[in-house]
């Protein structure tokens, strides 16, 4: 066998036996999208698994223990995958499953979409912060739980605001109805005198023209891209060579697909790619 051969064929296997990381990130509907599109601008090169819960749609309004056993049951899959980074791409399952999931798979690398906000309003001048959230991540009280531990100078407001995730996934963004829904909201009292909107909910970014439309003077804080940045920074610590140089590409899978959400990912987030249909028990 010539060197070149011999080096060419040594080439395949030392590949062949190089790990491809990927990233996996799962929700129960379309706002996780929100999060997989700010980290394909950032680590475009990361091959990815997106995984949609819609047949448990919406999580906000479950219980903790059905959110952390859906979770439980997505997160095995995504592992079965070859994914070892899981990004928690749902507040309510990040503030109900984000600690169990830890624990159970000790060997995945997880990032919830709650601390890097916290840290984010932490680090930041802020005085009186908004939050807009499901019932379960308000709920919870993760947000402000979090927060009081880094920071007692910024004041955070929770609001549950449990009709957005409906209104986006039946395809009313953008819609007068979704305008005054979100007025309404954004008129409460306990909202009086913030400076800036967290959005606790991966949907509600695809809400920021309309509340900036009702609220002018009030910054959206664009939670996506503080996630994906967090997750690039730790991608690059780990100084992961092996990957490929260009865009990898994304698998795309839901529990329950139908045709009315197929064409709300394609208007919405421009995604035509086949997503499979995983149901898990």
Same mark, same amino acid.
């Given at each position: ?5 011999? /080096?060419?064929?040594? /080439? ?9 990381? $990927?990233?996996?990130?799962?929700? =129960?509907?379309?706002? /996780? ?20 819960? #819609? ?23 995504? %592992?079965?995958? /070859? +994914? ?5 791409? +749902?507040?309510?399952? =990040? ?8 624990? @159970? ?14 840290? @984010?309003? @932490?680090?930041?001048?802020? $005085? ?6 499901? &019932? ?8 402000? %739980? ?14 549950? #605001? ?20 979100? %007025? ?16 606790? +909910? #991966? ?12 609220? $002018? ?22 100084? &992961? ?13 839901? =529990?329950?697909? #139908? ?23």
């Amino acid at each position: 066998m010539s060197k070149a051969h011999g /080096g060419f064929l040594f /080439g395949i296997l030392r590949r062949s036996m190089e790990k491809i990381h $990927k990233i996996g990130l799962f929700d =129960s509907g379309l706002g /996780g999208l929100t999060v997989l599109k700010a980290l394909e601008d950032v680590l475009p090169q990361v091959p990815k698994i997106y995984y949609g819960d #819609t047949l448990h749609l919406p999580y906000g309004d479950k219980s903790d223990e059905a959110i952390i056993g859906y979770s439980l049951r997505i997160v095995e899959f995504l %592992r079965q995958q /070859g +994914c070892d980074v899981i990004v928690i791409a +749902c507040n309510s399952a =990040s503030a109900a499953a984000g600690a169990v999931l830890e624990q @159970a798979f000790p060997s995945l690398r997880f990032v919830n979409v709650i601390d890097p906000v916290v840290e @984010a309003l @932490a680090n930041s001048n802020e $005085k009186k912060v908004g939050l807009l959230g499901t &019932r379960a991540t308000v709920r919870s009280e993760e947000y402000p %739980r979090r927060l009081s531990v880094l920071s007692n100078t910024v004041e955070l407001v929770s609001l549950p #605001t449990p009709l957005l995730v409906p209104l986006i996934e039946d395809g009313f963004l953008g819609s007068d109805i979704a305008e005054q829904v979100l %007025r309404h909201y954004l008129n409460s009292p306990s909202f009086h005198g913030i400076s800036s909107i967290v959005p606790g +909910c #991966t949907h509600y970014p695809l809400l920021k023209e309309l509340a900036q439309k009702v609220l $002018k003077d009030v910054r959206w804080i664009d939670a996506p891209e503080i996630v994906a940045a967090q997750v690039m920074q730790w991608w690059n610590s780990q100084s &992961r060579l092996n990957q490929p140089t260009e865009h990898a590409g994304t698998q795309f899978f839901v =529990s329950d697909k #139908t045709e009315s959400f197929m064409d709300l990912a394609q208007a919405t987030f421009g995604i035509s790619a086949t997503w499979e249909t995983a149901v898990l028990s």
